[in-house]
Structure formats: structure tokens, C-alpha cells
């Protein structure tokens, strides 16, 4: 099983106005992978990340997620079909406290009806419990514990970043969606962050990864895919994906078509 | 099993309780209990409102006209067709419930000023259908013979009596609204009003929360407007026209937004205002909406949380 593809893409595209994002762009992510997307600013990377969470729906192709299709599926039932992502720009709830994201991470697997809630039953309150201590438990695995009571907008940027994916890991995913999440980290807790992303897939937690930062995304993939213009031009392992003069040039700006 | 409150929140309850409990025993006048009964009025409004802004995020000039057909419903039900108040009222209520669930299925894809549009344009609808469904409503000059309330066999027909029914009801609305904004639910209406894109990647179904919650305080109102018009037992379509909606929206922002305790703060400092206000007798709209602008400008958070903050700074600086 260790092979089996859980994600996969099938000619997918995506366009805005005139602008084609994403062009034909098929790939499978293997469960327990760290799988990288690469490329240049506007190659379509995070145009992915939202047409895989449902925010965006491709305009042709197919998305499979476990063998379901999630072309048209709406986000929050795709977060419970066990696809959590984090974002770019950080999305956090800014006023409520480093506990409480975590906890509506939680949210997806405990739902609960406003009539139930009015009426505080005792279940509702049991399962209020039992995610309180999931929620601290997820902030003892990022190292946010002693911030529990905070109001997240006023932790450090890098620990935001380290709370977000806590958040995305309290809704209890098979796949995880990284935007970026070096971005705007030192180079001490970028080191922290690859240290995390594997320890979670050595827990058996398949992930995607967009990042800019080479070194890190050389050190932990598994799987490379390099996107330019929407479309894919190589994919590999990060050794390939260095030796291969497509994606060379397409980062150096090279005019690969004169030696034709 | 019910519990109906976490212990943090039975100290509050209980001063609110002794305090509505004493202050009839103190009060001067009569005069006096119609005031506060409407102000338990317009704060029930109000806490479903406050979920709906305070919480969820969104913004409703519409709620006079839940109110109203709160009233109205139960008003022509029982005077017009005999029907005993024990049923009128729930069916008034349920069906506001539902008139809020349609409008609030296709207004809620909106958002930021559509919405508040949509509601006002809903709420400008009611009022027509108010005004010139005369062989129903009675039209312009109102409704008149709508019976008292009567519990077992007491009538509420007196201002003294309603204010023990209208404060035990907000009393008991304001316990479920206190559960619910303690609960995942509550969490999970504070990252729609938040961040709605992160709240749908986290699994929530910010549409069904939004308009689930949208309902909520479209019942509240109704149940607000429906005790209304067996107290005051006439009532005329120009108490639920847009300018109550405004009203009961200023009472949420003047109170704090997105805390229960200010909101109930808020209506009772709005509805009592213009009662003080009687003082500069032809000034007082004009005195009215300094006082608003003043809030607005020197306690942007809200009266009830700027006060609060004031106090905390003041109690700062005696300990330095």
C-alpha cells in the first residue's frame, strides 16, 4: 500500500478572464509522500492548492481525492474528506486564542447543531472536553503550549505559521496542503519546519508542498513537480530536477528553444 | 441531560436575576416598568441580532420586520380568528422562522453592503405589505383587540405583570445565546465573522452556519414582537419599519459589538435615552445624536468594553 496514489489530477485546467493559470496539468501524490510543486511566481502553484480544496472549480479535467471525484465538491467537504491546507498569507482568526484555532480545527470531525449547543447538553459538553485536550495536544506537537491562552494575532509570524498547520492537523487529514509555509521564516526555524513536515509523514500523513525556498524543498521531497506558465514541465526526484536544463532555464531565463 | 449553564457564568446570572427580581421594589412609578419592558423587548431583538453581527459577521437592517410579523401574526390570529395565544404565538414565531429561513437562503450569498441592502429591501416589503394589506392588517390606522397574555389564569394586562414574563424570557433566551457562543458552534460563527475562506477549509459550512444563525435571531425578534403586541394589544405599521431595524443594529454597535452583556447594555441606554433626553425637550434628536456620535467616536469598541477598559487603565495606574 505504500505506493497507492491518493490524489490525483487529470488534465486540469484553469483559466481567469484570458489568463490560462493551469494548463492540462495531470500528477498523482502517493500516500505517505512529501510531494514538492516548484516554479517560478504566477506558474499556477497556489491556483492548484484552491481548485484541490474547492475554492476554485477546474474548468475541465478531474480531481480524485481516495477515489471520490472533488471537482465540485464545496471546501468544508473536502476538509472532511480529510484534505487540510494552509495558506499563503496566513488565515488565521486573529482575536480568538491560539487554543481556540486549534480547537475549530477540530470542528469538522465534532460537528454540532445550534439548537444542541443552546442547550449545552452533556454530550455536547464530553466531546467540548475531549477536543480541549486533542487541541492542547496538537499545540504540545508544534511547540505553541505555553501560548495556549494567547490571541494568535499577537504570536511571532514564524509560531503563526506554526499554529496554522496545527490547526490544519486538528481536522484530522490524510493529506496536508503547505502554501509557502517557509516563507518569511529564519533560516533556524525554516530547519524546524522541514524537521516537523517529516516527522509527520514518518506519522503517516501524506503531503503537498508549495515552497520558494530551494533548499528546503531539495531536503525533504520525495517527489518534485516544476510548474512554469501553468503548465508542468519536469518532474523527478530533487536530484533530476536539479541536473535538468528545462527547469534550469526556466528559473535562469534561459532561451532553451535557440539551440533547436 | 441539560445543564443549563457552565458554573463561570451563574454568578452573572444570578445578579441579573436578583437584580430584576429587586428593582420593581424600588420603582417610583409604574411609569417606569413600561420602559424597562420595552427595553427587555428591544434586547432580545438585540441578542439575536448580536449573534448575527457581533458573532457571524453579518449585517441585518431587516429585524424590525421579523418583528413585526412576529406581532402580526399573532395579533390576527388571535384577534381576528379567535385563536388562543398558547398557539399563536409558537406558530407566529415558527413561521417568522421560516419567512427567515427563505430570505435568508438567497441574501446571505451576499455579502458587505448587498446584504445589507437585501435586508433593508426585505424589510421595506414587509412594511408595504403591512401598509396595504388592509382587509388583513388593518392597513395604516393598525390592529386593533389583540387580547392580553394570560398564564394559567392570571392576565399579564398590566405593565407591572408583563415585566416579570418579558425579563424571564430574555432571561432564558439569553442562557441559550450564552451556551451558544461558549460552544464549537459559537467558535465556529466567530471565524466566519473572522475569515470565512479559512473557516470553509476547516470543514465549516459557513453558508449553513450563516443562514442557520440568521434564523436564530429572526425567531428572537419574532418572539420579541409577538409578546409586544399582546402587551401593547394594538399595534400599527409604523413601529416595524426600517427605522426600528436601525434602531435595534445602533443598540448592538453603541453596546459593544460581539458581547452579549453590552448588547443588553446597549438597549437599555437607547431606549431609556430619549426618555432622559425629554429634559432639552425640542432638542433631543438633535441631543440624541451627539450622544451616539460621541459613542461611536471616543468608545469605537462599544460603550460597555470601553468603560471596561477605561476602569482597567485607571486600576493600573493606582497600583503603579
Given at each position: 500500500?505504500?505506493?497507492?496514489?491518493i490524489?490525483?489530477?487529470?488534465?486540469?485546467s484553469?483559466?481567469?478572464?484570458?489568463?490560462?493559470?493551469?494548463?492540462g496539468?495531470?500528477?498523482?501524490?502517493?500516500?505517505?509522500?512529501?510531494?514538492?510543486?516548484?516554479?517560478?511566481?504566477?506558474?499556477?502553484?497556489?491556483?492548484?492548492?484552491?481548485?484541490?480544496?474547492?475554492?476554485?472549480?477546474?474548468?475541465?479535467g478531474?480531481?480524485?481525492?481516495?477515489?471520490?471525484?472533488?471537482?465540485?465538491?464545496?471546501?468544508?467537504?473536502?476538509a472532511?474528506l480529510?484534505i487540510?491546507?494552509?495558506?499563503?498569507?496566513?488565515e488565521?482568526?486573529?482575536?480568538?486564542t491560539?487554543?481556540?484555532?486549534?480547537?475549530?480545527?477540530?470542528?469538522v470531525r465534532?460537528?454540532?447543531?445550534?439548537i444542541?449547543?443552546?442547550?449545552?447538553l452533556?454530550?455536547?459538553?464530553?466531546?467540548?472536553?475531549?477536543?480541549?485536550?486533542?487541541?492542547?495536544e496538537?499545540?504540545?506537537?508544534?511547540?505553541?503550549?505555553?501560548?495556549?491562552?494567547?490571541?494568535?494575532?499577537?504570536?511571532?509570524f514564524?509560531?503563526?505559521?506554526l499554529?496554522?498547520?496545527?490547526?490544519?492537523?486538528?481536522?484530522d487529514?490524510r493529506l496536508?496542503?503547505?502554501?509557502?509555509p517557509?516563507?518569511?521564516?529564519n533560516p533556524?526555524?525554516?530547519?524546524q519546519?522541514?524537521?516537523?513536515?517529516?516527522?509527520?509523514?514518518?506519522?503517516?500523513?501524506?503531503?503537498?508542498?508549495?515552497?520558494?525556498?530551494?533548499?528546503?524543498?531539495?531536503?525533504?521531497s520525495?517527489n518534485?513537480?516544476?510548474?512554469?506558465?501553468?503548465?508542468?514541465?519536469?518532474?523527478?526526484?530533487?536530484?533530476?530536477?536539479q541536473?535538468?536544463?528545462?527547469?534550469?532555464?526556466?528559473?535562469?531565463g534561459?532561451d532553451?528553444d535557440a539551440?533547436? | 441531560?441539560i445543564?443549563?449553564?457552565?458554573?463561570?457564568?451563574?454568578?452573572?446570572?444570578i445578579?441579573?436575576?436578583?437584580?430584576?427580581l429587586?428593582?420593581?421594589?424600588?420603582?417610583p412609578?409604574?411609569?417606569?416598568?413600561?420602559i424597562?419592558?420595552?427595553?427587555?423587548?428591544?434586547?432580545?431583538?438585540?441578542?439575536?441580532?448580536?449573534?448575527?453581527?457581533?458573532?457571524?459577521?453579518?449585517?441585518?437592517?431587516g429585524h424590525?420586520?421579523?418583528?413585526?410579523?412576529g406581532?402580526?401574526?399573532?395579533?390576527?390570529?388571535?384577534?381576528?380568528?379567535?385563536?388562543?395565544?398558547?398557539?399563536?404565538?409558537?406558530?407566529?414565531?415558527?413561521t417568522?422562522?421560516i419567512?427567515g429561513?427563505?430570505?435568508?437562503?438567497?441574501?446571505?450569498?451576499?455579502?458587505?453592503?448587498?446584504?445589507v441592502?437585501?435586508?433593508?429591501?426585505?424589510?421595506?416589503?414587509?412594511?408595504?405589505?403591512l401598509?396595504?394589506?388592509?382587509?388583513?392588517t388593518g392597513g395604516?390606522?393598525?390592529?386593533?383587540g389583540?387580547?392580553y397574555?394570560?398564564?394559567?389564569?392570571?392576565?399579564?394586562?398590566?405593565d407591572?405583570?408583563?415585566?416579570?414574563?418579558?425579563?424571564?424570557?430574555?432571561?432564558?433566551?439569553?442562557?441559550?445565546?450564552?451556551?451558544?457562543?461558549?460552544?464549537?458552534v459559537?467558535?465556529?460563527?466567530?471565524a466566519?465573522?473572522?475569515?470565512?475562506?479559512?473557516?470553509?477549509?476547516?470543514?465549516?459550512?459557513?453558508?449553513?452556519?450563516?443562514v442557520?444563525?440568521?434564523?436564530?435571531?429572526?425567531l428572537?425578534a419574532?418572539?420579541?414582537?409577538?409578546?409586544?403586541?399582546h402587551?401593547?394589544?394594538?399595534?400599527?405599521?409604523?413601529?416595524?419599519?426600517?427605522?426600528?431595524?436601525?434602531?435595534?443594529?445602533?443598540?448592538?454597535?453603541?453596546?459593544g459589538?460581539?458581547?452579549?452583556?453590552?448588547?443588553l447594555?446597549?438597549?437599555a441606554?437607547?431606549?431609556?435615552?430619549p426618555?432622559?433626553?425629554?429634559?432639552?425637550?425640542?432638542?433631543?434628536?438633535?441631543?440624541?445624536?451627539?450622544v451616539?456620535?460621541?459613542?461611536?467616536?471616543?468608545?469605537?469598541e462599544?460603550?460597555?468594553?470601553?468603560?471596561?477598559k477605561?476602569?482597567?487603565?485607571?486600576?493600573?495606574?493606582v497600583?503603579?
Amino acid at each position: 500500500m505504500e505506493n497507492k496514489a491518493i490524489l490525483k489530477l487529470k488534465d486540469v485546467s484553469k483559466s481567469f478572464g484570458g489568463i490560462q493559470a493551469v494548463k492540462g496539468l495531470s500528477f498523482e501524490v502517493y500516500s505517505r509522500n512529501i510531494q514538492a510543486i516548484i516554479g517560478p511566481n504566477g506558474a499556477g502553484k497556489t491556483t492548484i492548492f484552491n481548485m484541490i480544496t474547492g475554492f476554485y472549480a477546474p474548468d475541465a479535467g478531474e480531481i480524485t481525492f481516495l477515489g471520490t471525484t472533488i471537482n465540485k465538491m464545496p471546501p468544508n467537504d473536502i476538509a472532511e474528506l480529510g484534505i487540510a491546507r494552509t495558506f499563503q498569507n496566513l488565515e488565521l482568526f486573529p482575536s480568538l486564542t491560539v487554543l481556540e484555532n486549534v480547537m475549530l480545527g477540530c470542528y469538522v470531525r465534532n460537528k454540532l447543531g445550534i439548537i444542541k449547543a443552546s442547550l449545552r447538553l452533556k454530550s455536547v459538553q464530553d466531546t467540548e472536553k475531549k477536543v480541549r485536550e486533542k487541541a492542547l495536544e496538537i499545540l504540545e506537537f508544534v511547540g505553541l503550549e505555553k501560548y495556549a491562552d494567547e490571541p494568535s494575532g499577537e504570536l511571532p509570524f514564524g509560531w503563526q505559521r506554526l499554529l496554522e498547520i496545527g490547526r490544519a492537523l486538528a481536522t484530522d487529514p490524510r493529506l496536508l496542503l503547505l502554501d509557502e509555509p517557509a516563507s518569511g521564516l529564519n533560516p533556524r526555524e525554516t530547519d524546524q519546519l522541514g524537521e516537523l513536515i517529516e516527522k509527520l509523514r514518518s506519522d503517516g500523513l501524506t503531503i503537498l508542498l508549495v515552497e520558494h525556498d530551494m533548499s528546503l524543498t531539495m531536503d525533504i521531497s520525495d517527489n518534485i513537480i516544476v510548474m512554469d506558465y501553468g503548465r508542468k514541465i519536469a518532474s523527478g526526484s530533487p536530484r533530476q530536477i536539479q541536473n535538468d536544463p528545462v527547469v534550469i532555464a526556466a528559473y535562469l531565463g534561459e532561451d532553451i528553444d535557440a539551440s533547436d | 441531560m441539560i445543564k443549563l449553564l457552565s458554573s463561570s457564568k451563574w454568578k452573572q446570572l444570578i445578579l441579573f436575576t436578583v437584580a430584576v427580581l429587586l428593582i420593581p421594589q424600588i420603582l417610583p412609578s409604574d411609569y417606569y416598568f413600561l420602559i424597562l419592558n420595552i427595553i427587555a423587548l428591544n434586547a432580545i431583538v438585540v441578542l439575536g441580532l448580536n449573534l448575527l453581527i457581533g458573532f457571524a459577521g453579518q449585517i441585518s437592517l431587516g429585524h424590525a420586520a421579523f418583528y413585526g410579523l412576529g406581532a402580526y401574526i399573532s395579533g390576527i390570529l388571535t384577534a381576528s380568528y379567535g385563536w388562543p395565544i398558547f398557539l399563536s404565538i409558537p406558530v407566529a414565531v415558527l413561521t417568522t422562522a421560516i419567512v427567515g429561513l427563505l430570505v435568508g437562503i438567497p441574501t446571505l450569498k451576499l455579502e458587505g453592503h448587498y446584504l445589507v441592502m437585501a435586508t433593508l429591501g426585505f424589510n421595506i416589503i414587509v412594511s408595504i405589505i403591512l401598509v396595504q394589506w388592509d382587509a388583513m392588517t388593518g392597513g395604516p390606522s393598525g390592529l386593533a383587540g389583540i387580547p392580553y397574555l394570560k398564564a394559567f389564569s392570571i392576565s399579564i394586562d398590566s405593565d407591572r405583570k408583563f415585566y416579570y414574563l418579558v425579563w424571564a424570557v430574555l432571561g432564558v433566551l439569553f442562557c441559550l445565546s450564552l451556551n451558544l457562543i461558549d460552544s464549537r458552534v459559537g467558535r465556529a460563527l466567530r471565524a466566519i465573522g473572522e475569515d470565512p475562506i479559512s473557516a470553509s477549509a476547516l470543514g465549516i459550512p459557513v453558508e449553513r452556519y450563516k443562514v442557520g444563525i440568521f434564523v436564530v435571531s429572526a425567531l428572537y425578534a419574532a418572539v420579541a414582537g409577538s409578546l409586544y403586541a399582546h402587551y401593547v394589544t394594538f399595534i400599527s405599521p409604523k413601529t416595524f419599519d426600517f427605522f426600528y431595524s436601525i434602531e435595534v443594529v445602533t443598540m448592538v454597535v453603541v453596546g459593544g459589538i460581539g458581547s452579549l452583556w453590552s448588547g443588553l447594555a446597549g438597549a437599555a441606554i437607547l431606549t431609556m435615552l430619549p426618555e432622559i433626553l425629554e429634559i432639552v425637550k425640542e432638542y433631543n434628536v438633535l441631543v440624541y445624536g451627539a450622544v451616539l456620535m460621541a459613542v461611536l467616536v471616543f468608545f469605537p469598541e462599544g460603550l460597555l468594553p470601553g468603560i471596561k477598559k477605561l476602569w482597567q487603565k485607571r486600576q493600573g495606574q493606582v497600583h503603579e
